[in-house]
Every structure is written in C-alpha cells, then in structure tokens.
C-alpha cells in the first residue's frame, strides 16, 4: 500500500482543513487507516484511526469533537476534517496504514505517507 497525503496548508486558528489520503492498491478497503502528527521538537502522536469498514473510530483526547475520520473505500481515500483548530495543531500530519484492529499505536501500522504540514497561526 502506498500513501499520499495531501490538503495541509495555512489557516487561522479557528478555521478549518481537510486533509486527505490517497491509497494505492486494491487492498486498501481491508486496512484500518490512522492519521499522526509530528510538531517541531516533539514525538510523533497519535490522531485518529478508523476501522476498515469505518465502522469504529478512535480519537486522541485532544482532537475529540474537532476532528473527524473518515473514510471512502470506493475512492481508496481516508479523510481526516479539521475544525476549530489551535496553534498546538501545527504539524505534520501523516496517514498510515494497519493490518491490526483500530489503534493509537504507531508500531501497529506498517504503511505511512509522506506528510502535510499543517500551520496555525493566531
């Protein structure tokens, strides 16, 4: 499975983005897909995950009630819609993909995309 994320960028806090992640691969559909994120000087983190149906979804405490996943198995791509977002988002958002069960660890998942940086400024 290869990964592509795109839809990172510049905004305001408060506004909102989408990011987007496009699979490669027609087993896409059986994979759960989890977005991290990795800001300046700090360990990567978990974001969101969802389940290969969509079915189940996980957040981190911290996005809860502003992010959400989702998912298009039609399309091979998993979204991740930012709302309301804070200068403590400012990072780069990776997409990755498990063959595990929905989960916030990072070791689980064996496929990642390159990255979008997302900013936040006051």
């Known amino acids: 499975v290869q990964l592509q994320a795109s839809g990172g960028g510049l905004v305001q806090a408060g506004g909102s983005l989408r990011l987007s992640c496009a699979a490669s691969g027609r087993t896409f559909s059986t994979y759960t897909m989890g977005w991290f994120r990795q800001a300046p000087g700090k360990e990567r983190e978990f974001v969101a995950a969802?389940?290969?149906?969509?079915?189940?979804?996980s957040y981190a405490d911290s996005v809860k009630g502003r992010f959400t996943i989702s998912r298009d198995n039609a399309k091979n791509t998993v979204y991740l819609q930012m709302n309301s977002l804070k200068i403590e988002d400012t990072a780069v958002y990776y997409c990755?993909?498990?063959?595990?069960?929905?989960?916030?660890?990072?070791?689980?998942?064996?496929?990642w995309g390159q990255g979008t940086e997302v900013t936040v400024s006051s």
């Open positions: 969802i389940s290969w149906s969509g079915s189940t979804t």
């Open positions: 990755a993909a498990s063959p595990a069960a929905v989960g916030a660890t990072s070791r689980w998942y064996d496929y």
